[in-house]
Structures are given as C-alpha cells and as structure tokens.
C-alpha cells in the first residue's frame, strides 16, 4: 500500500490522526497570499526550533514521548536522547484542537479536553465512524476538516483556527508529524523502525511573490511542437541527509492556480539525479506541461519504500512561447508596433533597427525579446530588405544600418526574423527627415485620434494620450510631472506661445483649462503624456505645437544620446464649431391610422389616413431590462447638435400634454427637469401616450404626441425652437417595420400591416370530416386544442411580427422577428424566446379570451391549456377569439375566428 506520510489535498493541510493521536490543523497553503499570516514567533526561536529539529532527524534519533502545556498551547516533544522540541501556537489563547476515537466513532475537543464531542459529518449531521487507517484534511478554501476513509472523503462539520501548527501521530506508521514555520518534519516514535524521508524543505522558503519564482520557459514552431525549452530548477535540503534516493520515485503534485483555481490536468514533470550534495541538497529539474495560468503553486512528492512524503509549497512560472503570438516591437519602450507609424530618422545620420525594432513576445509595453528569453539553442537570424526607394533613396545594411540620400522621403523596409527555421516578417515604414526638423524636436502624436481636426468644447477641456513610440520622456531626462505652455516658431523668427492663464504648477490631466488654451501634461507616476485643449480653442491650422519653456520665450531642452532635443506634439489644429440642434433624421418614420381590419389589402374602400413623416422617440436595449425607457437623455437622444457641452435645455410642460400623458404625469410618465431625462414605465402600453383620440374619425392630430420646447446656447448667440416640438412614443410592438400603424378599437394587424385570411379555423378542420362543416356538428362537452388546428396553417406556424426599435442589424424593413408562433413541441401558440429576450422582461403573458355573447355563450375556453369546447348547440354561425399578448409597454390584441366551412 502507498502511504502518504504527510501531503496536501485542497490547497490546504493533511492531518494523520489516529486513536487518540492528538492533532491540529493550520492553512498549509496561506503563504500563497503574502507573509501576513505566518506564525508569529521570535525569529530566533524559529532558527532554534529548526536547527535543533534538524540535527535531530540527521542524527536518526527518535520521539520517546510529547505532552501538552496546561493551557494547551504548547508541546513538549522528548527526544530519544532526553532533547526537548517545544511548538508553539501563534497565540497562547488558541488551543491545540484533539481528536480521538471513541466508541468506534470519530470525537474532538477544542476546550482543554473539558469536553469531547462527536464529530459529525456536514449537511447530514451523522456520526463518523472512526479507524486506525483514517486521516484528516484541512481545506483552506472554506476552513472544514475533512477525513479522509478508503471508501472516500467525508465533510465535517468542524472549522479549525489557521493560525495553529499541526501536531498529528500516525500510528500505522509509527511516526510524529510536526507542521510548523511553512514546513515539515517527520520523527520517527521509538520503537516503531520507520526510515523514510522526514522531510523535504524547498530551499526559497516562503517565495510566493510574482517576482520571486521558479521560471521555466519553452518556445513552440508555429506548427505547435516545443523546438527548445528550458527548465526551472529547485533546491531541496532531504531530511536525513545521509539518506539513499537512488530507488525514490519523484513527481510534483497538487499543482494549481495561485488564484485557487484548477487548471486542466497541469503537470511538473520532475529530473533528478536522485544525489544528494554533502549538505543533503537535492537539485531537481522541473519542466511544465499543461499548465496555462501565470503562477503555480506545487509541491515535490518523494516515495521510498512505498511511503510518500511532501514538501512545502513553492512556485512556478511556467512560460510558453508560441510563435504564432510573435509581434514586432519597438526596443526602447517594448511597445507593439503599429502599421501607420514611420520610423523616423535624421536623412544625414543613420538608424540601426537592430537597436529599434525587434521580434517578441507579450503585452504593449512589457514585450519579450526573442534574444532575451534564454534560449541558448534557440537559432535567431535577421535580416533586412528595401522594398520601397531603395537604392536611390535609402540602402541598409545586412546588419540593419539604415541610411538615407535624401531628406524628407519615404519608404518601406522589410524586417524578416528567421527563429528555429521559420520566417517572421513585418514591412515597416521609415521616414528621412531634414536635419533641422529633426533636431528640433521628438515628436509626440496621438494614435487614436487626427490631431489636426480638433472640435474644442463650450465649457469643457479634451484630453488626448500622446506618445512617441521610440523614445519616453523618461528618456529625454523628464523624471517628475510637469506642464509645459505650447508654441511655435513662425518662418525662423521668435517663438510664439499660446497665451496661458492657468498656472502650470497646478496642472493635470484633470484640470479644466481657461477659453483658448492648450498644453503639453507629462504624469510621471503613469509615464503617460497628455495634449489639454481648453474650451473654444480655435484657429490653430495643422501646427508643430513645441513645448515652451515656462517663459514662453523659447522651446524647452530635452536630452536624448547627449544631443539637446526639442519635444512637439505633431499636426495639431483646432476649430470651434457650433451646430444648432436638429432632430436626427432617423427617428423620422411614416405614421398611418387605420381602422378596421375586415378589409384585404387590395380593398380600396379601407379606411387608411396617411398621417406622414412623426418624429418617434425610442426606447434602448440592454440585456437586464429588454426595451425600455429608463432615464432616457432627450437632448443626447434625438437632437444632433455640436459642441456637446453646449447650454441644451429641454422644457416639459404637463398642461401642453394631450389628456392621456396628463393621467399618467409622475407616475407612468415621469419628466425630470434638472437633468432633461424621460422615464416610462413598462406597465402602461406606449401607444396611449400618442394618441388621443380612439376613433380615426374623431382624431385631432394637433392633440397628439408629446410636446415640448428647447433653447440652446454656445457662445455664439441663444437659439429656441419654434413653439412646442411634437414627438411620438416608439412603440416595439405597434411598429410594423419602419412605419407606425395606429389600430382604432385596439386592433392590430401583421407586421406589415396586412391583415393575414389564412389564420381561421375551419369546421371541417375541427371534425376530421370534410361532409361535417356547420358549428352544430361539433361535439358538445368535448375538449379540442387549438394548436392541433394552429399547426395546419402558415399564419400561425410561421409566427405574428413586429418590429422591435433598435434589435440586431439585419431586421429592417419587412424583415421582422417572430414574436409569437405555434411550437410542435408544446402544441401550443407560445411567445419566442426573442420577443422575451428583448422586450418580455418584466411582463410577458399570452391569454384566450372569448369575444362576443354569442362566442362566451358557446363555448368554454381554457387559457393556460388552450383548449376549448362547446358548451350548447351553437345559434351563430362563427366563434371569435381574443389573443391577449402583454409584454413590457405593451397591450396586444389579436383575434381570430371557427367559422363554419
């Protein structure tokens, strides 16, 4: 049998208690998260403790006996040669926990052994039987003791103190196991002729900060296969050192994520040449597999003589190179290079790309180089090729010395990485500047946004991120944070500053600056450079805006290789644009009224009212809530207006509202002045809030809608609209494509406003029979599903549309989502899982009504089931039947009719 004397098991410590072994637990795995909660002992005690635990075991000697302090925080263990080891609790308040068997049944005590009690297993609470071979775990993830029985692992009910060392007597083994300081020890009990490995102490103790870790590292082709890698190698001192590894097995266990997480089946395959030094050190190779996440954390497992024993925690970085992941870099900053950036150079000096770019790994700004990685057998060639103006412009060397002909040109070169037989190439752009533009100054620009188009703000300052890719301003000699007035220099005369009011002293990346100024911000703690355009900044036209010394009289100095340099942010413009507000013309759409819908679509007689093109207000979508209108920012909504910051001021009055949005005023149409947003709420149909009026023949257009008025000021003179704007509520179900259909009497057609004759059901459908057609030949008491007649047609099989305002991109037009359809797997009329996704969050209800005495009076029908049956002998010729269809902001009405046929 394979014996483990003492490892782990859920990042946590394993405990060997057995008959009335006294045992205790402590976190074996909470050094992971810093030296916080390492045991609180006297330094020298703990070097006393392990010097003379040490000898002990090197010197063979063995347990004679151990006993508690009094007050249960301490233990006495007497060596075979009348030596004393003392261990110590963290904290004198906090007893050993104990544990014995009793009665075949598992008992602890945490008081003194004033009382024991029986250990029971968690969620059940049943007593746990109790033998000889059992052991205990500890699981720092949730603090429980578990036991650990041949048939499996049982939860107990026990949560242990962390804070104490383990003291636990394997009786089978005949040994004393001592946890203690963030390592372990096993000492032989006299008598009991164990000669196994009593410990093994990973020699960087308590190493668990990113920075201090066992590296191995490995690169892989692009075909997946590992062509180099290197190992990390780790310092054991074996317990006793005079012991024989030469028939031990190796391997390293319990390997997870220091985020106490398992990865998939990592592993640390284990090399050794199983001797020990003349100080009982083992050097061990550990090379990952499988191992994904940044960090882990591993234990080494030795077995001799079919027992296993486990060192202490340390960890491992296991690093994976792909080539497949290889970017181009630049050197000095180890920023990923982009496509649109030139390398810009002086034309009368050269550049060598070597020393600039570069093949690598990892994120921007913390890029590996491949030449930095440690591989030794790694074969890295490189070489460099012209592929726009060369010769005639530019030439390179085959050691990556670029030179130019001639000043202010570009062109292209192409940087090809040959790693382990395969290529990796990158055309990158270079630039010859003049020499005097070039020593002016280093070049800072944004790579998000075209500086030179600059829309400046009323009220508000914009911040942009500047950079230059191949230099830092730590590298010009900036070591503190500092503002810096711009300018410029006009045809080689003076400089000229633009004027600053605001002390620079004071400036950040958060400051507002005054109407008009501009300014260069370095923040030294995140090596991040800022351009500040202050509000209504204006007439800067494609300008090198250099940074100026706090006079203004000059640029200021910078040094870069020894040279004094100037710094610039490159082709800046600035304009200050003001829009007055227009409404977005998307939310325009076609309104109609329509009443009735016994009319096909070809019947010139329907009664159609074109209302025109009505300015809608939409609702958004998120996934929590569907469609709704929830604080909904009218100006930002529908308005386009510049600048952004502008003074907009949108006013609702509720005496200019139609009756409908005055019922519901702060309550299901709420309007919040201060900060101009509009809430609605999602039990209210949106439709009653456009329209007044019920009947198209009595509808007084000039009472519909909502109405307000706004005024917007800049800068530039206040503007106001003419009179009360009027907008509409966009509704998701009552839009039939990118039209808006209003049903008098609450009726609603398709989608796409075409009243379908193919939803009826038949008589003879119902009967199976084509002789049997009237409604009196239906069967009285008994029950029919609908859905076995839904089914037969494509109205109801392929599904009733709307339009959902705002839903995925393709649904436009006609091409609308099926919001309620007939399902095969049910029988039944149900809602899509769409139309609950985007707009059945809140409320979402499909209900059978009977419509009409005649229909009430004949027939029963059961909503949830939708069944119905005949109640009488009918005296109608048709039943008429309600679908009611409510969802959020929405009250639906659909109907359909057994006639006979």
């Known amino acids: 049998m394979n014996k483990r004397v003492l490892n782990s098991f859920l990042y946590g410590a394993l405990l060997f208690s057995l008959g009335t072994g006294v045992v205790s637990c402590k976190d074996y795995d909470s050094d ?308 649109s950036e030139s390398l810009k150079f002086v034309s009368t000096e050269s550049l060598d790309l070597a020393r600039t770019i570069g093949w690598g790994f990892g994120e921007n700004e913390e890029v590996k180089f491949v030449d930095e990685l440690g591989f030794s057998e790694l074969a890295v060639a490189t070489t460099y090729e012209l592929t726009e103006n060369p010769n005639n412009t530019f030439e390179v060397t085959d050691k990556g010395v670029l030179t130019a002909k001639a000043p202010n040109r570009s062109g292209k070169v192409r940087i090809t990485y040959t790693v382990a037989e395969e290529e990796f190439s990158k055309e990158v752009l270079i630039y010859s500047q003049d020499e005097a533009t070039a020593k002016n100054g280093i070049e800072l620009r944004s790579t998000t946004v075209s500086l030179s188009d600059i829309e400046s703000l009323y009220k508000g300052t914009k911040v942009f991120i500047v950079q230059n890719s191949q230099t830092t301003l730590e590298n010009l000699g900036v070591t503190a944070s500092k503002a810096w007035k711009l300018g410029t220099q006009a045809n080689g005369g003076n400089w000229e500053a633009i004027p600053m009011t605001t002390n620079l002293a004071t400036i950040t990346q958060d400051t507002e600056l005054a109407n008009g100024e501009v300014c260069l911000y370095y923040d030294a703690a995140q090596k991040t450079s800022y351009l500040l355009v202050g509000p209504q900044a204006d007439g800067i036209e494609s300008a090198n805006l250099f940074a100026m010394n706090d006079e203004g009289t000059d640029k200021a100095p910078f040094t870069l290789n020894e040279k004094e340099v100037g710094l610039y942010v490159g082709n800046v413009g600035t304009k200050y644009v003001v829009e007055a507000p227009t409404a977005k013309e998307e939310l325009a759409i076609q309104m109609y009224v329509k009443a009735g819908i016994d009319h096909p679509d070809t019947d010139p007689n329907q009664n159609i009212r074109i209302l025109g093109k009505k300015l809608a207000i939409p609702g958004v979508y998120d996934e929590e809530l569907g469609y709704h209108f929830n604080e909904l920012d009218l100006r930002t909504t529908l308005y386009n207006f510049k600048p952004a910051d502008a003074d907009f001021k949108i006013t609702l009055n509720r005496d200019d509202q139609n009756d409908k949005v005055k019922e519901k005023w702060d ?227 659909l109907f359909f009719r057994i006639v006979e046929g």
């Open 32 to 339: 992971i998260e810093g030296l916080n909660n390492r045991i609180t002992t006297v330094e020298s005690d703990m070097d006393r403790f392990k010097e003379k635990i040490e000898a002990a075991l090197n010197a063979n000697l063995t347990v004679q006996s151990w006993y508690p302090s009094e007050d249960q925080s301490q233990y006495t263990i007497v060596l075979s040669n009348g030596d004393e080891l003392y261990v110590q609790a963290s904290n004198k308040a906090t007893p050993f926990y104990q544990f014995k068997v009793e009665e075949g049944t598992w008992r602890y005590t945490k008081d003194k052994g004033a009382g024991w009690y029986k250990v029971l297993t968690f969620g059940t609470e049943q007593e746990i039987a109790g033998t000889d071979k059992d052991q205990l775990y500890y699981d720092k993830s949730n603090g429980y003791i578990y036991i650990q029985k041949t048939e499996g692992l049982v939860q107990t009910t026990i949560t242990a103190d962390k804070d104490t060392p383990i003291l636990a007597e394997n009786k089978e083994n005949k040994t004393l196991s001592v946890y203690i300081y963030g390592e372990n020890y096993i000492l032989p009990v006299q008598g009991g002729g164990f000669s196994g490995i009593s410990s093994i102490l990973f020699q960087k103790q308590f190493v668990f900060e990113e920075d201090e870790f066992l590296e191995a590292a490995s690169y892989t082709n692009t075909q997946g296969k590992v062509v180099t890698a290197h190992t990390a190698t780790a310092k054991f001192k074996i317990l006793p050192k005079d012991i024989d590894l030469s028939e031990a097995d190796f391997q390293c266990a319990d390997i997870h994520e220091l985020k106490l997480t398992r990865a998939e089946v990592p592993q640390l395959l284990v090399n050794t040449t199983k001797k020990l030094d003349e100080n009982g050190i083992l050097s061990v190779e550990l090379t990952p597999s499988n191992m994904t996440a940044p960090y882990y954390g591993a234990v080494l497992e030795i077995t001799l003589d079919k027992t296993t024993t486990s060192s202490n925690y340390f960890v491992v970085k296991p690093t994976s190179y792909s080539a497949n992941n290889g970017v181009f870099a630049y050197r000095e900053t180890r920023t990923v290079y982009q496509n």
């Open 667 to 893: 309550t299901n149409f709420k309007w919040d002045a201060d900060n101009y947003t509009l809430t609605l709420s999602p039990v209210w149909a949106l439709y009653n809030f456009n329209f007044n009026d019920k009947k198209v023949s009595d509808m007084t257009e000039s009472n519909n809608g909502v109405k307000f008025s706004w005024t917007f000021d800049a800068g530039k003179g206040a503007t106001n609209s003419n009179g009360n704007e009027q907008w509409y509520i966009k509704d998701p179900v009552r839009q039939p494509g990118e039209n808006t259909i209003y049903m008098g009497l609450d009726k609603q057609p398709n989608a796409t406003g075409v009243i379908s004759t193919d939803y009826e059901i038949k008589v003879s459908e119902i009967t199976g029979d084509p002789e049997k057609k009237k409604l009196s030949d239906l069967e009285v008491g008994k029950v029919y599903k609908f859905g076995d007649y839904f089914k037969n047609h494509n109205f109801w099989v392929n599904g009733c549309s709307w339009d959902v305002y705002g839903g995925p991109d393709n649904l436009t037009g006609k091409d609308l989502p099926v919001l309620i359809k007939y399902d095969f797997a049910t029988n039944k009329l149900v809602i899509t899982d769409y139309a609950k996704k985007y707009f059945g969050k809140r409320r979402c209800e499909l209900k059978f009504q009977p419509q009409g005495n005649e229909t009430t009076a004949g027939l029963e029908i059961d909503s949830d089931e939708q069944t119905f049956k005949l109640k009488a002998v009918p005296t109608t010729t048709n039943f008429q039947i309600k679908i009611d269809y409510n969802t959020d902001f929405s009250n639906q009405n």
